[in-house]
């Protein structure tokens, strides 16, 4: 109890090894309870924890985590899943949260799935709009990506915008797939009355221009 744990700037560079999940020994929590707990950086609280509850098993080359329940002052965390081998990994993840950031509540779930090359991710949000991403990502250098982004129409006021906003509806549909070395997005958005349709919208990291056929 009374944990206080200060994050900092890491002092060596990053290791080019692929993160590997081989245990050194087996070690297995039946149940380990924390209460009163605070995680800060640079001076300022990032989670401050009310009681949270683990139970994991981490045994020859997976980690898996049985359980895992955060109570904390920002909201509720509860997740599930496990991870093994080296790179391409494999693995499954199931969560649930209930979260507050800046003043803003967001609550849903999450789920991935990690199986041969790609890693598959679903995050489903309840509040303060309803949206719906679907991810693929593939595990090699160039970290192959595709995605599905669903927003039903919905007012926006008083959930993710001010009370005053002239944005009275908000949706949108887009899909999109690239690389670490650009991508495209295409779809529509809709505001208002308005439905805008997006032929492609071209990004590449670094390059400060942003390209958009068919506005």
Known sequence: DGVRLHLTEPRDPPDDKPLSFEAPIAVEIRAFELRDGVVSRHGEALVDIKSAHLQAVWSGD?????????????????????????????????????????????????SADAAGAQVAAVVRLQRPIVANLRTTLGQDDELPWQMLLDIPPTDPRG?????????????????????????????????????????????????????????
């Open 62 to 110: 997976t980690l898996a985590i049985q359980r895992l329940d955060l109570d904390a002052r920002q909201g509720e965390v509860q997740l599930a899943g496990s991870v093994a081998g080296a790179k391409p990994y494999r693995g499954q993840l199931r969560g649930n949260f209930v979260w507050r950031q800046a003043d803003q509540p967001w609550a849903g779930s999450l």
């Open 159 to 215: 959930l993710l915008l001010a009370d005053s906003s002239t944005v009275r509806k908000l949706g949108a549909a887009l899909r999109g797939s690239g690389t670490l070395s650009g991508g495209q997005v295409s779809g529509y958005i809709d505001l208002n009355a308005e439905r805008l349709h997006i032929e492609r919208l071209q990004v590449n990291p670094g390059d400060p221009a942003t390209r958009i056929d068919g506005l």
